[in-house]
């Protein structure tokens, strides 16, 4: 008789390779926390670049987020680990799952930034030039704090995404979440238990995130129509609870 | 203190700005009126090179403005309160007055927000000082831009269109401040349709068309007899 893929005897046995599956989580963490910080500053620096004057370098960031945003990771990944070391180049999977998934989603942390920034008012920059700030202080003081404000949900959501795409690194063997996965299933023919598993451990790691940014939004709507109605009504209610006036628009 | 030679400014094809000359004494108060699209609001803008002349020079107080510059000279001598007043939302009143003599003078903490309550007592504000803009009203939120641009003492301070942005009952406001303000040696310039305020504070008044300055003298002379029949068109519509 054949045995269903999820009868409890076979999630008995994959439980007792509890461990592969926790060095698997473990490492998903770890790469995805360093790609994770590689792609906001990729994506910082390239976000106010692709907003400043100069055209040569708004032309090369372009090329950049393009050039990463329209080829499959997968792809991508294969270049690493296949092409590169031909040109000397050679990483060992965890170098190119941080890399790779990091330079890919700051593609699209940068086109994040170069809309949040893009979206505050011409007024404040001219603002803060009038009052003689450079172009970098005006950034760092008066933009980008305010841009920051307005980009936090999506950048949230780019962070549940990067999460997501750590999983490609298994067809690498990364040693991954996924990988692990993987191999369960295709070397003990766990394939029921080893993938519910691992679809609710990407889960758990990303459905907080996503309820965040989903907060996060509305939180920022609440307040975006909160002024209007202060400024109207009660302003000297706003001044007797400063503090609830702390996190701005 | 402040002298256009020759200015001349294209937004691609437009010629918005034809070879303007004028010179601003140290202490005037100069009123700039003339129909919308006239350039008032790009000349005034070339006086701190938030618009670069496309020819001609800009200078202050003997000094050419350059693109290279420009930071500087803004921070030491001119200031401006602009149409949709530019307060920082993300920070409190306090802090937007605060912001350019902590950062850019070297003020202390404590002394550049003694100063601000100062300047903040002068446009009568005082108790706002730990609100975000977002909630107050337009005219209140102009007469914070004016303390932030008092607050760094420069010998300038440029108007573009102050009041255009206010409803109706918080304009006279805003005026009154001005013309507290115009009885210091501050120099003023003012882009602006209240006739009223130009006839009590402005030593001079220029009307502008297409881009020249087509009328000058003062505010009598556009009141009783303006010379050409754009001004007095103008006029008769302004003034009700």
Redesign the interface.
């Known amino acids: 008789m054949k045995t269903s893929p999820f009868s409890l005897d076979k999630w008995l046995r994959f439980f007792t390779n509890w461990e592969a599956m926790a060095e698997g989580f473990t490492r998903t963490l770890v790469i995805a926390l360093l790609s994770l910080t590689l792609a906001l500053a990729v994506g910082v620096v390239l976000g106010i670049l692709s907003s400043s004057n100069n055209k040569a370098l708004r032309r090369a960031v372009r090329c950049y987020v393009e050039l990463f945003q329209n080829i499959p990771l997968v792809i991508q990944i294969y270049f690493f680990y296949y092409v590169l070391p031909y040109a000397g180049v050679v990483m060992d999977q965890f170098a190119i799952g941080v890399l790779g998934v990091g330079l890919y989603t700051g593609a699209y942390i940068s086109e994040v930034v170069r809309t949040g920034i893009q979206s505050i008012p011409t007024g404040q920059m001219e603002a803060a030039k009038s009052q003689g700030f450079t172009y970098v202080q005006a950034m760092r003081l008066i933009i980008l704090p305010q841009a920051f404000r307005l980009i936090l949900p999506p950048l949230t959501n780019q962070a549940v995404n990067l999460i997501k795409n750590t999983s490609v690194l298994a067809i690498i063997a990364g040693g991954d979440l996924m990988y692990q996965a993987d191999s369960l299933a295709a070397s003990k023919l766990f394939y029921g238990p080893a993938y519910v598993t691992t679809g609710l451990l990407y889960f758990i790691l990303c459905f907080p995130l996503s309820t965040m940014a989903r907060k996060l939004e509305q939180r920022m709507h609440r307040k975006a129509a909160a002024p209007v109605a202060v400024s109207k009504k009660a302003p000297a209610q706003a001044l007797a609870a400063p503090q609830t006036q702390m996190g701005g628009i | 203190m402040i002298r256009l030679v020759d200015v001349n400014k294209y937004f691609g094809d437009l010629h918005v700005l034809k070879n303007i000359n004028l010179e601003v004494k140290e202490g005037e108060k100069l009123v700039v009126i003339g129909p919308s699209g006239s350039g008032k609001s790009t000349m005034i803008r070339c006086m701190?090179f938030?618009e670069e002349p496309t020819s001609g020079h800009v200078y202050i107080d003997g000094v050419e403005l350059t693109h290279k510059n420009?930071?500087?000279?803004?921070?030491?001598n001119?200031?401006?309160v602009?149409q949709?007043f530019?307060?920082?939302?993300?920070?409190?009143v306090l802090e937007n007055v605060t912001?350019?003599p902590i950062?850019?003078q070297g003020l202390k903490k404590e002394e550049a927000q003694q100063q601000a309550f100062r300047y903040l007592d002068i446009v009568g504000l005082r108790?706002?000082a730990?609100?975000?803009p977002?909630?107050?009203?337009g005219g209140q939120q102009q007469r914070v831009a004016i303390a932030?641009a008092l607050a760094?003492h420069q010998k300038i301070i440029?108007f573009d269109e102050p009041t255009s942005a206010l409803d109706p009952e918080t304009v006279q406001e805003v005026l009154d401040v001005m013309i507290r303000l115009s009885r210091e040696n501050i120099t003023m310039v003012v882009v602006t349709h209240e006739m009223g305020f130009a006839r009590q504070v402005a030593d001079r008044v220029i009307f502008m068309d297409q881009g020249t300055i087509l009328e000058e003298g003062a505010p009598e002379h556009f009141f009783e007899n303006p010379t050409h029949e754009r001004t007095k068109a103008f006029l008769s519509k302004i003034l009700r």
Do not use: D, G
């Open positions: 701190n938030l420009k930071t500087e000279m803004n921070r030491k001119i200031a401006m602009f949709q530019n307060l920082y939302p993300h920070m409190t912001l350019a950062r850019l108790e706002k730990h609100v975000y977002a909630t107050l009203s932030r760094t440029l």
